[in-house]
T-cell receptor, first 109, second 113 residues
Framework: KNEVEQSPQNLTAQEGEFITINCSYSVGISALHWLQQHPGGGIVSLFMLSSGKKKHGRLIATINIQEKHSSLHITASHPRDSAVYICAVRSPTGNQFYFGTGTSLTVIP | EPEVTQTPSHQVTQMGQEVILRCVPISNHLYFYWYRQILGQKVEFLVSFYNNEISEKSEIFDDQFSVERPDGSNFTLKIRSTKLEDSAMYFC???????????FGNGTRLTVT
């Protein structure tokens, strides 16, 4: 049973394209995190959100609590955006996390 | 910018041996976490720790695992008797508040032979 589902699993885009990665979850949450995992394995937190929308540079994250769905958008994609993007949800207690399997993004110059 | 540091970056051990993975969280953070990622699989939550005790643990975190904050700076994960299936990347993370953003270390790659 997967508490968090991401789509697509793999995504290849041309530089400059607008990219959307989707995340659906089936459990109650206190927050949803979008993480970026680089080819070397390191993980960076991009966003933490519990409602609405957040923007940081070319990245936008939205969440719809009623529909249990979140999206991560990348505008004007660049090869350096190539990474695995992971959706993770935090339990209502705040102490437990469930992770999606990740979306592997490759941006071609 | 302060960061979470993990040592060693790579550890190789024989099956049955004990290993201790070390993490230094960001200094004013209060919440600490361990995660693992088996090669090719998704990240999995192991345990959260606050106020010198475990807040929550997953099914993976059985009796062979333990965590400790032995002093004011280190946060360790001990695996008592390693198995082949413990081979994975282990990530430490910390946050300043229970609902705060997570800051990850670069991970320790554990290889059990």
């Amino acid at each position: 049973k997967n508490e968090v589902e991401q789509s697509p699993q793999n995504l290849t885009a041309q530089e400059g394209e607008f990219i959307t990665i989707n995340c659906s979850y089936s459990v109650g949450i206190s927050a949803l995190h979008w993480l970026q995992q680089h080819p070397g394995g390191g993980i960076v937190s991009l966003f933490m959100l519990s409602s609405g929308k957040k923007k940081h540079g070319r990245l936008i994250a939205t969440i719809n609590i009623q529909e249990k769905h979140s999206s991560l958008h990348i505008t004007a994609s660049h090869p350096r955006d190539s990474a695995v993007y992971i959706c993770a949800v935090r339990s209502p207690t705040g102490n437990q996390f469930y992770f999606g399997t990740g979306t592997s993004l490759t941006v071609i110059p | 910018e302060p960061e979470v540091t993990q040592t060693p970056s790579h550890q190789v051990t024989q099956m049955g041996q004990e290993v201790i993975l070390r993490c230094v969280p960001i200094s004013n953070h209060l919440y600490f976490y361990w995660y693992r990622q088996i090669l090719g699989q998704k990240v999995e939550f192991l345990v959260s720790f606050y106020n010198n005790e475990i807040s929550e643990k997953s099914e993976i975190f059985d009796d062979q695992f333990s965590v400790e904050r032995p002093d004011g700076s280190n946060f360790t994960l001990k695996i008592r008797s390693t198995k082949l299936e413990d081979s994975a990347m282990y990530f430490c993370a910390s946050s300043g508040g229970r609902g705060g953003p997570l800051h990850f270390g670069n991970g320790t790659r554990l290889t059990v032979t």
